[in-house]
């Protein structure tokens, strides 16, 4: 039997949209085999509820935050199950419990990136150590796990994360409605105290410079979240308050009308794992700005399908906004670059794979 153990499955974060692509695999895979299989998800609404990735439908049971029902749940499958997959560090324990349970059980633990570039301590570092894999979605998290958490080198797995599948299923028609701004620069992501290296304020501080050079410019931020006001106070002192929008969260369908306008995505951040809204631009064919930091590499080739600045670099932020947003060509030929990238590494396809191929082996033993 399979057992998926994740915080949650239906929020708009780039993990949960990766715990729901794996959840869908691992349901797959389960049926592939005649065997059945158990999405777990500590978050969500209490109650079984289901999910639909690229055609595939995936029951689950949320337990409305109450992490002691999970584990009583997951202790009630234990003898059971054969192959447990573990979407978040912080769970890491409950496998280890499992195993304690069942020495035939074998498990699975997801890192994501912030989270794993700090030592752990106690048990979930024990945890982690004693997992079959613990994936990565980019190769710096890959070196931090061995590095920092003493991982051996061959229990770190590269999996990178993938395009949404049911993602641009938009109708086509639904482009242009929001009203397109002469040159408009794009970021996607939530606006937390909790996450303040996001970025969005180096943008905001370039813009002064972009604005003198591109005087039609506009910075369009999409996502929300405390810490939002502040940023809109630094947009206001900074001088370029009527050239940045603030639009909050939105639909798909209106998310994917921005990416569609857009003529760059910028999103200079420290703290990116992967980086899914790289992809979503990728895919729209926009060329990126983004920071040398953590998993971002790994996604955006700088020169080829958009530049990397250092972390915090207004001018060079500023720079490369000005040279795409004067030249048309480039950013054809970058965008172009991206779209390719995403379509030779990035598909549901190339995930599922990946995954399936990881886990395999062990789901077909006796």
């Known amino acids: 039997m399979f057992l998926g153990i994740f915080g949650g499955l239906s929020g708009h974060g780039g993990i ?12 797959q895979m389960a049926r592939e085999r005649m065997q059945p299989c158990w999405i777990l998800s500590l978050n969500d609404t209490p ?3 289901s999910l639909t990735v690229d055609g595939l439908s995936c029951s689950y049971a949320g337990f409305g935050r109450n992490k002691t029902k999970l584990i009583a749940r997951a202790l009630g499958l234990a003898f059971r199950t054969r192959v447990v997959f573990i979407g978040h560090p912080n769970f890491a324990p409950i496998g280890f419990l499992l195993r304690s349970v069942n020495p035939r059980l074998r498990y699975w633990v997801a890192s994501h990136g912030v989270e794993v570039w700090q030592p752990t301590k106690g048990l979930r570092q024990v945890a982690l150590r004693r997992a079959e894999f613990v994936t990565a979605p980019s190769r710096y998290t890959v070196n931090q796990l061995i590095r920092t958490q003493g991982l051996s080198p061959s229990k770190a797995a590269l999996l990178p994360y ?10 086509p028609d639904q482009g242009g409605k929001s009203g397109r701004l002469a040159s408009q620069i794009l970021t996607v992501g939530r606006l937390l105290r909790s996450e303040p290296g996001k970025g969005v304020d180096t943008v905001i501080r370039a813009m002064r410079q972009v604005v003198q050079a591109v005087p039609d410019a506009r910075y369009v931020v999409v996502g929300d979240g405390d810490e939002r006001s502040r940023l809109e106070e630094l947009a206001n002192e900074s001088g370029v308050g009527d050239c940045v929008m603030f639009l909050g969260h939105l639909t798909e369908c209106e998310l994917q009308e921005r990416y569609s306008e857009a003529d760059v995505f910028a999103m200079p951040s420290r703290q990116e794992g992967f980086g899914i809204v790289f992809l979503e631009a990728m895919s729209f064919g926009k060329p990126v700005v983004a920071a040398a930091v953590g998993g971002t590499p790994d996604i955006v080739v700088d020169g080829q399908t958009g530049f990397l600045v250092e972390y915090g670099d207004t001018r060079g932020v500023a720079d490369r906004l000005i040279r795409l947003l004067c030249d048309a060509d480039l950013r054809a030929r970058m965008g172009y670059s991206g779209r390719e990238r995403v379509e030779a590494n990035y598909t549901f396809a190339h995930f599922r794979r990946r995954l399936s191929d990881m886990i395999g082996p062990a789901a077909d033993l006796n």
Request: net charge positive; hydrophobic share 35%.
């Open 162 to 171: 993938c395009l949404d599948p049911g993602f641009r299923n938009c109708p």
């Open 16 to 27: 949960e949209r990766a715990n729901r692509l794996t959840a869908a695999v691992l349901t």
């Open 47 to 49: 109650g079984v509820q």
